[in-house]
């Protein structure tokens, strides 16, 4: 794993290309992160984590949200949420390994990474394959996916009462329902509902 992040280092990205529609494993990939993109301006069927063009945001999303002001540093924590992320110390919390959150959190990076510049297309599609493996030895379904990802969150608000921080997370309601909704069969705007789980086991198609 370490071979694949230092090849990325010395791989310099090219400005984002106009993007071409999602084949179903591509589609699934992106829908990693659906769990942490709830607002109006995020897109969940586009490699872009936007609606609309914004590539100043997403850099200062980085800077802000994870310390990150360059490719290096993004490789670095990349790296981190994909060996061990949050999900160690919590494993005794929660009494599983607690994958989803940080699965969530890194493909939510990548596509960051990718809007601010740091990373070109192919590298964020190869960054983003690196999930496939662990994700699905660890998760058999969108719901188990999402039910992981909601333990957690409520551990890490627990852990943020009485702090700064406390204010800072959306309620967990808020997390609720939008989970809900991304689950709801009825929900054909659901990129789960697009892609469902099953399809990253079969031979890819164009959507």
């Known amino acids: 794993m370490f071979d ?82 949050y999900r160690a110390p919590l494993r005794e919390q929660t009494g599983a390994d607690p994958l989803a959150w940080d699965v969530a959190l890194y493909c939510d990076v990548v596509r960051k990474g990718y809007a601010a510049g740091h990373l070109d297309a192919p590298t964020a599609w190869e960054l983003l394959g690196a999930t496939i493996m662990p994700t699905v030895a660890a998760y058999d379904s969108w719901r188990a996916y999402a039910t992981d990802y909601l333990l957690v969150r409520k551990v890490w608000m627990e852990g943020l009462r009485a702090t700064p921080d406390e204010g800072f997370p959306a309620p967990q309601a808020i997390s609720d329902a939008h989970l809900r909704a991304l689950l709801d069969p009825a929900n054909h705007a659901s990129p789960w509902n697009q892609a469902p789980w099953h399809v990253i086991s079969l031979p890819d198609r164009p959507l």
């Open 4 to 85: 694949m992040f230092e090849r990325f280092r010395r791989r310099r990205p090219a400005r984002p290309p106009h993007e071409a529609p999602l084949s179903a494993h591509q589609l699934w990939l992106v829908s990693l992160s659906a769990p942490v993109n709830r607002g109006r301006e995020a897109s969940r069927t586009t490699l872009y984590p936007f609606r609309h063009r914004d590539d100043a945001e997403a850099e200062r999303w980085l800077r802000e949200q994870w310390e990150i002001p360059d490719r290096d540093e993004l490789l670095h924590r990349l790296d981190g949420l994909l060996k061990d992320g």
